[in-house]
């Protein structure tokens, strides 16, 4: 057995012991897809593309793929990772983990060395599933890190090992975890600009899908589209969780485009669609365009970032079959409000946030929510610190209201965080990353609204006059920073606004960001 995987092994039994689980114990995903494919094997459970997986052709691609990695010299418990699009062998590397115990780690496709070298490492991770070479030259970008994994696959390539090579060989038998194990780790990145590893467990992700699924009636006779991201907490659950546990059938988008997946709905019948904001603007453009109102889309949630109330009321009356409403929640606690549930109440809360479907307080503002769906904790113990209440509720880190008992309304963060295109940003990254240029004195991160992306990254900086944004598109690159954190403007100053602690006063520049975006002339 690995150190990592006795790290995780130790970690999880601490929590066990701190009484951290919140969900009761349920059949794991492994268990129900067994059973499910036993009664029902050729159900159809995901299309992608031209590709269509009934169960039993799910578990049999799950169960080679776990021969393959047994091959390798991997056991259970240990971490492997996929940087992959939405392709349907992401929903195969994730039951394979499922049925014989090993712990998926997603990566957002965006990540680059910055972002590796902090979470392969720290989760142990001894396989990893990578496009080929494309745009981006992911085996290059894999080999280029000082601490790469064991083993690199490569799906729909040539490489020296392979996706379908790994596939090439007899099955594993099946070796169910406990339920209680960890079967997820995801990062996000918070205010203090490090990367937390979030732990989930088969309850409680089991318990978000459930607690969501009878929100939104969801059964077999619905149709989840996914373009959302796999390496995001949102998409995976949705492309890899809900089929199995609601029964529903998903079909998986590897590239948004308005159009075509105007057309994916109304040919597929899709019911249900989740995203962003983006999502949620382009998707109500081409209906227009087009001349349709979807009548087969009975739910559209749209959460991950700002949701300007006038998009929610447009989609509202130009959809009139379905119940559109903003939705909230976090890695740790998923879908803690899953929308709304009838179009009544949709259309006469319109300004909230959604309904509260956890246990929820309000502690100077604060919101606190606990419930099955929360995270029993962080991989570093040390994130926890302060994370949690004395009675197990978890501090979102978000300011908020509650209206008529049930709905809430976020007025504001904590968290200095910004949220673009519904990914979270960590301010701290970009400065610290940024002040490692010669020409940059002092340098603060924020955020300014923006129609298009929630938020635009604004970046102040105090320094040489000759430092512009070539330069810090450069800088940032040879950094290995993800583009999507890369400032939209870079703005100079003659010194950073202070308090009389030295603290950079944020809401100052949070002020003049806006004004500044507003104003226009941002650099795209």
């Known amino acids: 057995m690995s150190t990592a995987v006795e790290r995780l092994a130790a970690r999880m039994a601490d929590l066990d012991r701190a009484g951290r689980h919140r969900a009761a114990r349920q059949p794991t995903l492994g268990e129900i897809a067994l059973e499910q494919s036993a009664a029902a094997p ?276 130009a959809w009139p079959d379905t119940v559109v409403s903003r939705a909230y929640g976090s890695t740790e606690i998923p879908l803690a409000c899953p929308g709304i549930r009838d179009r009544t109440a949709a259309e006469a809360h319109t300004d909230t946030d959604g309904e509260l479907a956890v246990e929820h307080r309000l502690d100077d503002g604060e919101i606190l929510l606990r419930g099955p769906q929360m995270f029993p904790g962080y991989l570093d113990p040390a994130h926890d610190t302060g994370a949690f209440t004395e009675d197990g509720f978890f501090r979102m880190g978000d300011l908020g209201r509650i209206v008529d008992d049930r709905f809430v309304v976020i007025t504001g963060r904590k968290k200095d965080i910004i949220i673009r295109k519904g990914e979270n940003i960590s301010p701290l990254e970009i400065e610290n990353a940024l002040l490692t240029h010669p020409d940059i004195d002092a340098v603060a991160v924020v955020g300014a609204p923006d129609p298009e992306r929630g938020e635009m990254v604004v970046a102040f900086f105090a320094g040489r006059a000759r430092f512009g944004f070539d330069d810090m598109t450069r800088h940032l690159t040879e950094a290995g920073l993800a583009r999507q954190k890369f400032p939209e403007r870079l703005e100079r100053v003659n010194a950073l606004p202070m308090n009389a602690v030295g603290k950079v006063q944020k809401p100052d520049l949070r002020h003049r960001a806006t004004e500044l975006v507003a104003g226009g002339d941002a650099r795209r």
Request: aromatic share 8%; proline share 8%.
């Open 42 to 317: 050729d159900r159809e459970v995901i299309r992608q593309g031209d590709t269509c997986l009934t169960r039993a052709q799910m578990v049999d691609k799950a169960l080679r793929l776990a021969g393959g990695l047994d091959r390798l010299g991997l056991t259970p418990g240990a971490a492997i990772a996929f940087q992959l699009p939405n392709w349907w062998e992401a929903t195969v590397i994730n039951l394979c983990a499922a049925l014989t115990g090993y712990r998926i780690v997603p990566l957002l496709p965006i990540y680059r060395k910055a972002e590796l070298t902090a979470i392969l490492p720290t989760c142990g991770v001894e396989a990893i599933f990578i496009p080929p070479e494309g745009k981006v030259d992911y085996p290059g970008l894999i080999a280029s890190l000082d601490a790469p994994p064991d083993h690199v696959v490569t799906v729909r390539g040539e490489g020296p090992l392979t996706f379908d090579a790994l596939l090439n060989g007899p099955p594993s038998t099946p070796r169910l975890p406990d339920s209680r194990d960890a079967k997820l780790i995801i990062f996000t990145s918070g205010s203090t600009g490090a990367p937390k590893g979030v732990i989930h467990t088969h309850d409680s992700l089991d318990a978000v899908v459930r607690e969501a699924g009878h929100f939104w009636t969801l059964g077999e006779e619905d149709v989840l589209y996914v373009p959302s991201p796999i390496g995001h907490i949102g998409g995976s659950i949705y492309a890899f969780e809900f089929p199995w546990i609601t029964g529903c059938r998903t079909v998986l988008e590897d590239q948004w485009d308005p159009e075509r997946a105007l057309s994916r709905i109304n040919t597929e019948g899709v019911t249900f669609m989740a995203g962003a904001t983006p999502f949620l603007d382009g998707l109500l453009a081409a209906g227009r365009a087009n001349d349709t109102a979807m009548p087969s889309l009975r739910r559209f949630i749209c959460g991950g970032a700002s949701v300007p109330t006038a998009l929610v009321r447009d989609a509202l009356e």
